[in-house]
């Protein structure tokens, strides 16, 4: 099993709808969470960091669930500009950061 | 705000030429990552630095070196380079700790023919 695992989409979806990506990790030894967004021929940049207790910025929401080793990345009232990819990242305690090779988004007009 | 800087943005080279890339920040981080991103791949590690004079190798370090003399530089050498190091480079920066949240340069897109 792979270290970090996305679904590759590409996920179409109209606009104002509400979207929906999971994010595997294997290894229990997990720290931190993060989801980060890159658009086309960009670079990564954070989105939103996970919480144990689920958080939400905006249209956008994030939860974790360690028992079941996965993260979640919620969008609302979606948007044109929300087509992108979506990378799922996890840190560890020792510091090694995995990325996940990302979820593409289209926002339908 | 600079942030992460990659030089050079673009580059074309033959096999078996050799080149370095450049990558500052200047945002005092004690951390700097090299990673490749070619298509279907994802975000490869390459190698990485956690401070001044030291670096480590990450996934996929075969035919790179880095050297990291100053806090602020990430240099990454490709001494011949070959058409399978044909990508996009990433160079990130970030603080060590809990959250240690990367901060990417814009890359830089080396075609090897």
Redesign the interface.
């Known amino acids: 099993r792979k270290e970090v695992e996305q679904d590759p989409g590409p996920f179409n979806v109209p606009e104002g709808a509400t979207v929906a990506f999971n994010c595997t990790y294997s290894n229990s030894a997990s ?2 969470f ?1 989801w980060y967004r890159q658009d086309c021929r ?5 989105l939103m ?1 996970v919480y144990s207790s689920g958080n939400e910025d905006g249209r956008f929401t994030a939860q974790l669930n360690r028992a079941s080793q996965y993260i979640s990345l919620l969008i609302r009232d979606s948007k044109l500009s929300d087509s992108a990819t979506y ?1 799922c ?1 996890v ?1 560890y305690r020792d ?1 090694k ?1 995995i ?4 979820t593409r988004l289209h926002i339908l007009p | 705000n600079a942030g992460v800087t990659q030089t050079p943005k673009f580059r074309v080279l033959k096999t078996g030429q050799s080149m370095t890339l450049l990558c500052a920040q200047d945002m005092n981080h004690e ?1 700097m990552y090299w ?1 490749r991103q070619d298509p ?4 490869r ?1 390459i190698h990485y630095s ?1 401070g001044e004079g030291t670096t480590a190798k990450g996934e996929v370090p075969d035919g790179y070196n880095v050297s990291r003399l100053k806090k602020q530089n990430f240099l990454l050498g490709l001494e011949s380079a070959a058409p399978s190091q044909t990508s996009v480079y ?1 160079c990130a920066s970030s603080r ?1 700790g ?10 830089t897109r080396l075609s090897v023919l």
Do not use: H, R
């Open positions: 720290q931190s993060f960009k670079e990564p940049k954070l960091s990378l990242v840190k510091d950061i990325f996940g090779k990302g | 951390y990673y279907g791949m994802g975000l590690l956690v990433f060590p809990t959250q240690n949240i990367q901060y990417f340069g814009a890359g």
